[in-house]
């Protein structure tokens, strides 16, 4: 999935546009692959497809443009392909080695354009680039790493080590240091305790591999101190202030309008600022940042969630992801001993992969960026075939289909 953003120029915005159908379509026709689509799959995919189509509606019906609205709706439809697609498509382990080595390869290049791309194309350096340069696929491919120093050394592993790490350490993004500390403690709870031991100091060097990339550049290591002391200097994080202030906004609309609250705003609603953290906003950047206006789920997913869809909607998608989650890591765990090291690979791979997009929902609107949806739903279809593959095997019958 090489993924882009709408350039400033003609050419660049043509590239997009044709990027952008090359895209759907290969993830149309890799349907085709699939042998057969089990009803239990289609129901974890309902509560997804439910929400594009009241959010895509509810959209229509408050006279959103039809063009945004579909704008918004492909990152969910890119996320719906690949859950059927990969929750689907492997039925032995040769077809699960090669659906992994397909995704990693694929994720590590995604990783590695979007990196050429933006210094390409926007003309930032390694001193001024911040979030730009950061793949959707990155945190699919720490969870490739680290499950790969805990349980078992793959190819690529310490490839998919230096890659996600290094584009986080230069891009200086906070969040993902959380997202890849949510993803580690995922392998750490499923593991056995004698694969810990055995692995921790693989652990610790993947710390070590982030200190040495920031620390290779000064410049980089001074803005990564001053993006951590910010909040001291001025009292309060600023970042978590522009999220929490877009979510009061859009809190304050849903308890004003049960139509809303019920059926959500749109997929292309827009939000503000609002609150006491707009006013904290102000202080610091001027009353020109009360002008800001996005579009769609906001900066935290969940709240975003209700608020493009509904209630019902939004809060079926979010009991869904909890809900494979939890099923998928425990029908692991009952499997563990009957499981070959593919599939407990495979298995520990997507859940802690998903566990990290999961947690990137609270700090950004997953659903909002093409690449990150595409990846998500590698990650969901990963963890929900653990769930598939699980309710076929006991000690007699390791089929997988």
């Known amino acids: 999935m090489f993924d882009f953003k709408r350039g400033t120029t003609a050419d660049e915005s043509n590239v997009a ?18 042998r057969f689509i089990p009803s239990r799959i289609l129901i974890y995919v309902a509560p997804f497809v439910f929400f594009l189509f009241v959010g895509f509606i509810s959209g229509l019906l408050r006279e959103q443009s039809l ?19 990969v929750s689907c498509y492997a039925r032995n382990n040769d077809e699960q080695t090669q659906l992994l080595d397909t995704v990693i390869f694929f994720s590590i290049s995604s990783a590695i354009w979007k990196v050429a791309f933006i210094f390409s194309h926007s003309g930032l350096d390694l001193n001024t680039v911040r979030y730009q340069i950061i793949s959707g696929s990155v945190t699919i491919i720490f969870a490739y790493a680290v499950t790969g120093l805990l349980f078992e050394r793959r190819k690529l592993v310490y490839i998919a080590a230096v890659v996600s790490l290094g584009v986080v350490g230069i891009s200086v993004t906070r969040t993902y240091l959380v997202v890849f500390a949510l993803s580690g403690l995922c392998l750490i709870l499923l593991l056995p305790k004698q694969h810990i031991s055995k692995t921790m100091f693989r652990l610790i060097s993947v ?40 979510a009061t906004y859009q809190i304050n609309l849903l308890g004003s309008d049960l139509s809303g609250l019920f059926f959500g705003f749109g997929m292309n609603a827009e939000t503000h600022f609002a609150g006491k953290y707009a006013l904290l ?28 869809g509904g209630i019902f909607a939004g809060g079926g998608v979010i009991l869904a992801l909890v809900i494979i989650v939890i099923l998928a890591s425990k029908e692991l765990k009952r499997v563990w001993t009957i ?60 089929t997988i289909f």
């Not at 546009?17 to 699939?34: E, K, P, Q, R, T």
């Open 17 to 34: 546009v044709i990027f952008s159908i090359v895209n759907i379509i290969v993830g149309f026709f890799s349907l085709f692959y699939i």
């Open 67 to 85: 063009y945004p609205l579909a704008a918004k709706a492909t990152p969910l439809l890119m996320f719906i392909n690949m859950v059927i697609f």
């Open 207 to 246: 710390a070590g591999i982030l200190i040495i990339v920031t620390s290779i550049n000064p410049e980089l290591a001074e803005r990564w101190i001053f993006r951590i002391t910010t909040s001291s200097d001025v009292g309060f994080d600023l970042t978590g202030a522009t999220r929490l202030a877009e």
């Open 281 to 308: 906003i102000q202080d610091i950047l001027g009353d020109y940042s009360l002008d800001f206006q996005g579009n769609g789920y906001g900066h935290i997913f969940y709240v975003g969630l209700i608020y493009v």
């Open 339 to 398: 499981s070959s090291d593919e599939e407990k690979y495979i298995g520990l791979f997507g859940i802690s992969a998903s566990l990290g997009y999961i947690g990137y929902g609270f700090l950004g609107g997953t659903w909002g960026d093409r690449s990150m949806s595409f990846f998500f739903g590698v990650a969901i279809g990963l963890s929900l075939s653990v769930i598939r593959r699980g309710s076929f095997m006991t000690a007699d019958n390791r």
